[in-house]
């Protein structure tokens, strides 16, 4: 049973376009989210993160979005450039869990 | 300042084989996490130390698998026997808390081929 989904394995935007990937999911006891970065050969990296108690949360060219009726979680980024291309992945976790749960990830390629 | 070392990076081995891979949290970090990747299941955790002591395994696919914490500097992932299903890429992450950071800091990943 997939707590986390991430719907859309692949996306391509053009370059200075908004990239928007999207994450559901279904346990209602995470309080914490986040979204993680990653590139061929390399690990995954800390992108931007969100509590519960707020709905939006801005780094520079990324946002992140909560809405927690829903139970969805979203990523700006705008403008989008080459160098955001990569895998990125959303990421879950409760209260007083060490543990985040993963998302399978979205492929975003950001085309010149 | 070092983030975290894994070797080897790359390990191509026959089944039946042990494969040992290795991990160094960056310094300071008190917590420790195994995670596979594979394309059927994404990322998933195997194990987590806190301060070098197993707190939960139950990740851990079977009792081929093994993970040691001899030290705050050190980590250890073993199978054995390895089989061609456990083919993935293992990735160590170490962390000083994840509500204290939000973040877990993830190793470049060990590539296990099992042939």
């Known amino acids: 049973d997939q707590q986390v989904k991430q719907n859309s394995p692949s996306l391509s935007v053009q370059e200075g376009r908004i990239s928007i990937l999207n994450c559901d999911y279904t346990?209602?006891?995470?309080?914490?989210f986040l979204w993680y970065k990653k590139y061929p050969a390399e690990g995954p990296t800390f992108l931007i993160s969100i509590s519960s108690i707020k709905d939006k949360n801005e780094d520079g060219r990324f946002t992140v979005f909560l809405n927690k009726s829903a139970k969805h979680l979203s990523l700006h980024i705008v403008p989008s450039q080459p160098g955001d291309s990569a895998v990125y992945f959303c990421?879950?976790?409760?209260?007083?869990?060490?543990?985040?749960?993963f998302g399978k990830g979205t492929k975003l390629s950001v085309i010149p | 300042d070092a983030g975290v070392i894994q070797s080897p990076r790359h390990e191509v081995t026959e089944m039946g084989q042990e494969v040992t891979l290795r991990c160094k949290p960056i310094s300071g970090h008190n917590s420790l996490f195994w995670y596979r990747q594979t394309m059927m299941r994404g990322l998933e955790l195997l194990i987590y130390f806190n301060n070098n002591v197993p707190i939960d395994d139950s990740g851990m696919p079977e009792d081929r698998f093994s993970a040691k914490m001899p030290n705050a500097s050190f980590s250890t992932l073993k199978i054995q026997p390895s089989e061609p299903r456990d083919s993935a890429v293992y990735f160590c992450?170490?962390?000083?808390?994840?509500?204290?950071?939000?973040?877990?800091?993830f190793g470049e990943g060990s590539r296990l081929t099992v042939l």
């Open positions: 992450a170490s962390s000083s808390g994840l509500r204290v950071s939000g973040e877990l800091f």
């Open positions: 990421a879950f976790t409760g209260a007083g869990s060490y543990q985040l749960t």
């Open positions: 346990n209602s006891m995470f309080d914490y």
